[in-house]
């Protein structure tokens, strides 16, 4: 395939996977971005502890894990001291609001700890407040306010995404590709809204961030921030844990349906 085609395929491909996403991290011995199409994200920043502005967390313990079908680079993250991760989202506000009330989650965890609360995001400013979506640890159901429906599977590699979409009042919670939950988001510019990436207050979300200790054990893979809240068809493309976020890799009859047309259209371009 000549430079030309395989510009075209990219291109093509690139569309249809990465309509909406802002950021992704792959976590392989780096907490920079793999994907920031606008620029807007940042660097994760890994921190320990609830309540004010936490600190710095030590080192980042990386490790090489079979997720799903691959082998992956992968980062822990303990309860013991409380550790999240402070992401730079890049996503601007939306919604008709002030801050982002349309967004979406993508993470590649595995949570190792057992019989606990484990918090898997808070939209506070500077963790001081309850996280926003939990597993909770009488029966491993994912949702929040009460209403918790599911089960987690702890100690296995889980896709987890989660769209929010606070005009709606909706938050909806997908564990590997199946839809477990949906939970009332409050209202626009409330609770589940997010600082915007250039709001001088603040532009950050807490992975697994939570105030007094409600934190998990285990590793994550990937995370990745979409600016929509993504349809169930849109998360069944997104494919099964593991696989890469924004760039995926094409079933063979796709491919093969795309080389064949480029090159058929390449062929009436030579004419
Ligand atoms: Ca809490
Ligand atoms: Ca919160
Ligand atoms: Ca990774």
Do not use: C
Request: no cysteine.
């Amino acid at each position: 395939m000549n430079k030309f085609a395989v510009s075209i395929l990219t291109l093509a491909l690139g569309y249809v996977a990465q309509a909406g996403l802002v950021a992704s991290y792959e976590f392989d011995d780096t907490l920079a971005t793999t994907l920031n199409p606008l620029g807007t994200a940042g660097s994760l920043e890994f921190r320990e502890g609830g309540s004010t502005n936490a600190p710095a967390a030590g080192p980042v313990a990386y490790s090489t894990e079979s997720v799903g079908s691959f082998s992956k680079r992968v980062a822990a993250f303990s309860d013991a001291t409380a550790q999240y991760f402070k992401a730079p989202h890049g996503i601007a506000a939306n919604g008709g609001g002030a801050y982002v009330n349309l967004y979406s989650i993508v993470m590649d965890v595995k949570i190792t700890s057992t019989g606990d609360w484990v918090s898997f995001f808070n939209t506070n400013a500077f963790n001081e407040n309850d996280g926003d979506l939990f597993i909770r640890p009488s029966d491993d159901g994912v949702g929040i306010s009460g209403l918790y429906a599911g089960t987690f599977p702890r100690n296995a590699w889980t896709r987890v995404v989660i769209t929010v979409d606070t005009v709606a009042s909706q938050m909806k919670t997908y564990l590997d590709g199946t839809l477990i939950n949906t939970n009332a988001a409050g209202g626009v510019d409330g609770r589940w809204a997010l600082y915007s990436y250039n709001d001088s207050f603040a532009n950050t979300i807490d992975i697994f961030g939570d105030n007094d200790g409600d934190n998990g054990s285990g590793q994550i893979d990937q995370l990745a921030f979409f600016d929509n809240a993504l349809s169930a068809e849109d998360v069944r493309l997104l494919g099964s844990v593991g696989t890469h976020v924004g760039a995926p890799v094409p079933e063979p009859a796709t491919m093969i349906a795309l080389g064949l047309g480029v090159a058929a259209m390449l062929r009436r371009r030579r004419k």
